[in-house]
């Protein structure tokens, strides 16, 4: 069997246990060796991102056409090997899931706040909700679909928090624009984010107008 | 109605604690919803009004109610007496325009949050679908036990909104009834529950309460739910909104 570039990404994505990027299969093409039969691996040596891309369109009209049990999905920046929606009820007693695990509303659209507006703060998040969201978050932490992504400036340096790739995988979402309401949503965000600074600059300039000597001077010494 | 309710002593050998995650914006929304009223124009005494009812029925059931709520209170009582006033009388404070409608930046809050809350049942819906389809390492992964299942299928709003249905009902009933001295336990309502269900796997929501005589046994009763419901022996699924509850015990 001569072996095409299509087939041995097919073998990839079947043992992959987690989404391939075209990327990464790159990576493993540049660096593959077949220490037995070294000529093997070399005319792929090479290959370039467009034509694993290309290779991937090519291998999920294969699926579709030729009506296989699995499909190929893109999902969370890279792709993967999927069984069809129709098979679930064996797949699942085969998986002994007995019962899907879903969120609760609340955490739904907490997850939906923090995925458009990362990264965001809890009080932020709060202020949103209309009410306190510590519980959820800490559920949501727990689950690995949201993390911590660093500090704000803002008075008291909170957390913030934005979502991971398994929020990507477990909600089969490609990006975050993969959303629904993605593009309103976000758009505002920037809206917002740029009223802001302006408020916070023109407090800031107040703020330095009204320091006394002695204050502006502890500031120096502590930069 | 309300002064009677908070009048009303539970024997509860049985705190049921339930924690809330829903909160006023939620509540707010609900009823908006629920008395098909338009965002923009919302007819803030009559929502007042409802929100105070569904306010107290959930102190009176002891549910953990965040402090928010109350702020919320006291904001829609706000705008509800800023609107009494004729225009040329009314107090601009300094943050808000001159003429600016008092229900504005409540409005816009719900309006901002409701899309939000839109986006987050969508993904539930693909959660839904996601959950169909399978790949590799979803063995090895590990189904986790999960702390957050829903609740219920309906949210809190709607088991209050029936609960105060039955609830009015029953002190229409008390009226012409002799009341005897009669104690009722969370716990002795579970059991009772549970024996109903016994050999049959679902029940209506109104049946729970068809042999309640006052309105006490109505609280315990529905906490006796609540707390089934939290423990998982028992689901509750809505149909249709705002339609009839159905009660099904947990396989």
Same mark, same amino acid.
């Given at each position: ?14 043992? *992959?246990?987690?989404? %391939?990027?075209?990327?990464?299969? /790159?990576?493993?093409? &540049?660096?593959?060796?077949?220490? @037995?039969?070294? +000529? ?71 997850? *939906?706040?923090?995925? %458009?507006?990362?990264?965001?703060? /809890?009080?932020?998040? &709060?202020?949103?909700?209309?009410? @306190?969201?510590? +519980? ?71 703020? *330095? ?15 | ?27 707010l929304l609900y009823l908006i919803k629920k008395e098909e009223v338009d965002i923009y124009d919302i007819p803030?005494?009559r929502i007042?009004?409802q ?110 909104n ?78 249709e909104a705002f ?9």
């Amino acid at each position: 069997m001569t072996l095409e570039l299509k087939k041995i990404i097919e073998a990839l994505l079947f043992s *992959a246990e987690r989404p %391939l990027a075209p990327k990464e299969i /790159r990576t493993i093409f &540049a660096e593959a060796t077949d220490e @037995e039969n070294p +000529g093997a691996t070399e005319p792929f040596r090479n290959v370039r991102e467009a034509q694993i891309v290309a290779a991937l369109d090519e291998l999920k009209a294969e699926c579709e056409l030729q009506q296989h049990s699995y499909q190929l999905v893109e999902i969370a920046g890279g792709w993967r090997l999927v069984t069809r929606s129709e098979c679930a009820p064996w797949v699942k007693k085969l998986l002994d899931e007995a019962r899907p695990h879903r969120l609760s509303p609340p955490s739904l659209e907490t997850l *939906a706040i923090i995925a %458009l507006r990362q990264p965001i703060s /809890r009080a932020d998040i &709060a202020a949103i909700r209309g009410v @306190e969201v510590d +519980g959820v978050i800490k559920t949501l932490l727990e689950r690995d679909l949201i993390t911590i992504v660093g500090k704000s400036d803002a008075p008291g340096r909170p957390m913030l928090y934005g979502t991971t790739q398994k929020f990507l995988e477990h909600f089969g979402l490609r990006d975050i624009d993969d959303m629904p309401k993605a593009a309103e949503l976000r758009l505002q965000a920037a809206a917002l984010k740029t009223a802001e600074q302006k408020a916070e600059e023109a407090k800031a300039k107040e703020a *330095a107008a009204n320091t006394t000597p002695e204050a502006s001077e502890a500031n120096e010494g502590q930069t | 109605m309300i002064g009677k309710v908070e009048t009303l002593t539970v024997e509860s050998d049985y705190k049921v604690k339930l924690a809330v995650f829903e909160g006023p914006l939620d509540l707010l929304l609900y009823l908006i919803k629920k008395e098909e009223v338009d965002i923009y124009d919302i007819p803030i005494e009559r929502i007042t009004n409802q929100y105070m009812e569904y306010l107290t029925l959930m102190q009176l059931l002891n549910l953990e109610v965040a402090g928010e709520f109350l702020v919320m209170a006291a904001t829609l009582m706000y705008i509800k007496s800023r609107m009494l006033l004729p225009v040329d009388q009314q107090v601009t404070d300094t943050e808000t325009e001159e003429g600016e409608d008092p229900r504005w930046e409540l409005i816009r809050q719900l309006v901002e949050y409701k899309k939000f809350k839109d986006a987050g049942l969508q993904l539930g819906r693909r959660e839904e679908q996601q959950a169909n389809i399978f790949s590799r390492g979803s063995a090895a992964s590990g189904i986790e036990v999960d702390k957050d299942v829903p609740l219920a299928e309906v949210s809190i709003f709607d088991l209050i909104n029936a609960f105060n249905d039955v609830l009015k009902k029953a002190s229409a009933r008390e009226d012409f009834r002799e009341i005897m001295e009669e104690k009722f336990t969370v716990s002795d309502k579970i059991e009772e529950i549970l024996y109903t269900l016994r050999d049959r796997s679902e029940m209506i929501f109104s049946e729970l309460f068809a042999t309640a005589s006052s309105r006490a046994e109505v609280v315990v009763t529905f906490l006796a739910l609540l707390e089934l419901i939290r423990l998982k022996r028992l689901k509750v699924l809505q149909v249709e909104a705002f339609g009839e509850i159905r009660v099904l015990k947990v396989a």
